[in-house]
């Protein structure tokens, strides 16, 4: 018998991460493994992704037929993307010891058709956890947003919210580095992150907690204003910086976390300059584009390579001694205890 975590309560508003209790969003069950059958996969979590998408996918009474994947309806394992060892194998392809890449979820052990694993590219003197971060989901998502949604031509100036996130610190560090724009304006949520977002390739970082925000915003995106805007996080951000998108520019609509547990700030008082300045607005799933995944991986590996994209302070990793603490680890991402991506480590 293994362990796995399963939603209990769809939630609403803020989830409710203690186990055990009556409302409680998660709960534990043990589960049988079945015998492997051809061309399958044994493996043990090592790694587990998380990500604020992950808060959509269990919101109760979503439509369905809207979602760009199924819901996690109550008795499900919490679906994730996560790194795992290859403990048995019935595939030619892979070997007991491997590491692969799945979505295997918040699963101690589990069993997965073999076409289901993508086993790691060599990438020495970096963590498998990376695969989860800059060469996993957020950075196919930070390079597909840059490249195909903005178009970010070299020269042109970017504002990217959720800077010093998961998929914000790879946008910063690509679109300054390698699309070679001639300014990034990163926005996150301390004084700390904004530091290291500079060290890392912003030019201009703001605490968008500061009451000078909204001042500094503008000048930071003189004299020309920006061409384009990477937004992350939606709500209040997302209204104060169509004020400074320069005419026929555009917005890379990727999240809004400011309201995956808060649904009123899900507002939009400026619709007008989106009207008045002909921006355009284009929403993006990163799995539109996952028959490019070796495109995107070939490119963020070279700038790791070549020292321009740092995963140095870029992860946050988070160790469980218990495999039930990996709800806790999870609601850190809505309280902003994170600076770039957040992982479980499960297993050794």
């Known amino acids: ?17 203690e186990l055990g209790k009556a409302d409680s969003t998660f709960e534990i069950k043990e589960v049988e493994l079945l015998e492997l059958q051809d061309n399958q996969l044994l493996l043990q979590t090592i790694f587990v992704s998380n990500d604020p998408a992950q808060r959509g996918w269990i919101q109760k009474d979503q439509n369905s037929d809207r979602a760009y994947l199924p819901p996690i309806l109550p008795g499900d394992r919490m679906r ?41 590219p060599d990438l020495p003197g970096v963590s498998p956890s990376v695969f989860l971060g800059a060469v996993g989901v957020p950075g196919l998502t930070a390079y597909f947003g840059l490249k195909d949604v903005c178009k970010l031509q070299e020269g042109q100036v970017i504002i990217i919210s959720g800077a010093a996130g998961a998929t914000g610190n790879v946008a910063v560090q690509l679109a300054k580095h390698v699309l070679k724009a001639s300014k990034v304006i990163a926005i996150a949520g301390s004084d700390e992150k904004c530091q290291w977002l500079r060290e890392i390739g912003a030019d201009v970082a703001l605490n968008y907690k500061s009451s000078s925000f909204p001042n500094a915003l503008v000048e930071a995106a003189k004299p020309s204003y920006a061409d384009c805007y990477f937004d992350n996080v939606g709500g209040p951000i997302l209204n ?20 995956y547990n808060d649904p009123s700030q899900m507002i939009l008082s400026n619709w007008a ?36 994209l740092s995963v140095v302070g870029g992860e946050t990793i988070v160790r469980c001694t218990e495999f039930k603490e990996i709800p806790k680890v999870w609601i850190r991402l809505f309280r902003g205890e994170n600076t770039g991506k957040l992982v479980t480590q499960v297993a050794d």
Request: glycine share 8%; hydrophobic share 45%.
């Open 1 to 17: 018998m293994v362990k796995e975590i399963v939603l209990a309560n769809a939630p609403t508003g803020f989830p409710v991460i």
């Open 80 to 120: 994730a993307a996560s790194i795992a060892k290859v403990l048995k194998s019935t595939s030619s392809s892979f070997k007991e010891g491997t590491l692969v890449q799945c979505y295997g979820g918040w699963a101690e052990q589990l069993v997965v058709n073999a076409k289901d694993a993508f086993p790691l």
């Open 240 to 259: 104060a910086c169509l004020s400074v998108i320069k005419r026929n520019g555009c917005v890379a609509a990727c999240g809004a976390i400011s309201a």
């Open 273 to 308: 300059e989106i009207i008045i300045n002909r921006i355009t607005v284009k929403g993006f799933i990163v799995m539109d584009y996952y028959h490019r995944r070796a495109e995107a991986v070939e490119v963020i590996s070279s700038a790791i390579k070549e020292g321009k």
